[in-house]
């Protein structure tokens, strides 16, 4: 019989908090009514405060895979091609759609341990003298790996080439914990779902659009009914929605774009990054390897972590189940059994941080792994040294 608190560290779904949860204690109401557009208008205007932009933001009922499928059958046409990059399970799940649609994709090999590499994309598009490439579809945070690709630089990548290509880009683990500006960075697709940075139970997609892709929506020929963007956008013009929506989930949004806009954007990222860097301090203490090599491409929402050879992570997330009642994230597709992923997304903070640490080197020991103890005071050290509001400038939110 575990006793206590369960500590939820995997990197999504994310812990919900009690603000949230209360705020969906409520009664269902007539989802036609003015009350109900009220809410429904809050969470759109909201919403794109998220995302950082002036566009529209749809709300699916749907997990993060209906909102990329949502992007897909909205831009593009079966035998269109399109670039997509090879950074973890999640980039190659994307792909795996995309071909499932009839469109060819153009896939850089990637070695699971970095982000997309802007260069790669700068030259392939460069190549691409016809424009045959319809969209660069990127993972902004790779949640198998731990690795973040900086979407700025492979903006700017794309505008060297004065190529037209849409930008589409996964934002389902980093939309408000990493630092993320729709508008800014010129990104025609975002796709988000509710149940990482958000902080909901999952169930809620989103579409952030731009009028490039919203222009690409209307002459593409690839079927969609539930996902069509314009039967969706039209409803919404006054908060409502075109099928019955999860109503419940969206008082949670509503409550949780709050808590981010109360606490600031900035300071969300900034404490992301400040945990995610203490998090990275106990790993290396301890004598273990970060899976991410690209210190500029480190994720603030989780750490995957190597096990030494010889030793399985799936077993030792069982033994912290079982002594500590905390589950850790399993190791994805190529790297299964061969990591474990600590989440610090997001209601997280210094104390849950210790405790997860903590329950990790505890861990460690109980399973027989070689490590050097005292990881979690290094991480405390760090969080001393640099208290909330003083992160270092050298590591500033990547991408900013």
Not at 175 to 191: A, I, P
Not at 215 to 242: C, I, Q, V
Request: hydrophobic residues 45%; charged residues 20%.
């Amino acid at each position: 019989m575990r006793q206590g608190r369960h500590f939820l560290q995997i990197p999504g779904p994310s812990p919900v908090p009690d603000r949230v949860l209360r705020a969906m204690d409520m009664p269902v109401i007539d989802h036609r009514s003015a009350q109900f557009a009220e809410l429904g208008r809050a969470v759109l205007e909201g919403s794109q405060r998220i995302f950082q932009t002036a566009g529209p933001v749809m709300i699916f009922p749907s997990s993060g895979t209906g909102a990329w499928e949502a992007a897909i059958v909205n831009t593009l046409s079966p035998g269109d091609k399109v670039l997509m990059v090879e950074t973890g399970h999640f980039a190659t799940l994307w792909r795996q759609m995309a071909g499932r649609f009839g469109i060819e994709v153009d896939f850089i090999a990637g070695d699971w341990r970095r982000g997309a590499d802007p260069a790669q994309i700068e030259a392939r598009l460069a190549e691409d003298a016809a424009h045959a490439i319809k969209a660069v579809m990127v993972v902004h945070n790779e949640t198998s790996t731990g690795a973040t690709s900086r979407i700025a630089d492979i903006r700017a990548a794309i505008d060297r080439t004065g190529h037209p290509a849409l930008l589409m880009v996964d934002t389902i683990s980093s939309l408000g914990s990493v630092d993320y500006r729709h508008d800014e960075w010129k990104v025609d697709v975002s796709v988000s779902c509710s149940q990482k940075g958000f902080m909901l139970p999952p169930g809620l997609g989103f579409n952030a659009i731009s009028e490039k892709a919203r222009a690409a929506a209307r002459t593409n020929r690839m079927p969609r009914s539930y996902f069509d963007w314009e039967e969706m956008l039209k409803p919404n013009a006054k908060g409502f929605f075109p099928y019955t929506p999860a109503t419940n989930l969206l008082y949670g949004l509503r409550e949780a774009i709050a808590m981010l806009l109360e606490e600031g954007l900035e300071n969300v990222f900034a404490r992301h990054q400040r945990l995610a860097a203490a998090t990275r301090a106990a790993v290396n203490h301890w004598g273990l390897e970060v899976l991410c090599q690209e210190p500029q491409e480190y994720s603030p929402v989780l750490t995957a972590v190597l096990m030494p050879p010889g030793h399985d992570a799936d077993q030792f997330r069982q033994v912290v189940l079982d002594n500590f009642n905390m589950s850790l994230g399993s190791g994805l597709s190529k790297v299964a059994g061969k990591v474990f992923r600590i989440g610090h997304l997001g209601e997280c903070n210094e104390l849950t941080l210790l405790a997860a640490l903590t329950g990790v080197e505890m861990g460690l020991s109980v399973a027989g792994i070689p490590y050097r103890a005292g990881g979690v005071d290094a991480a405390m050290k760090y969080l001393e040294q640099r208290p909330q509001g003083n992160f270092p400038a050298h590591l500033k939110v990547v991408g900013s």
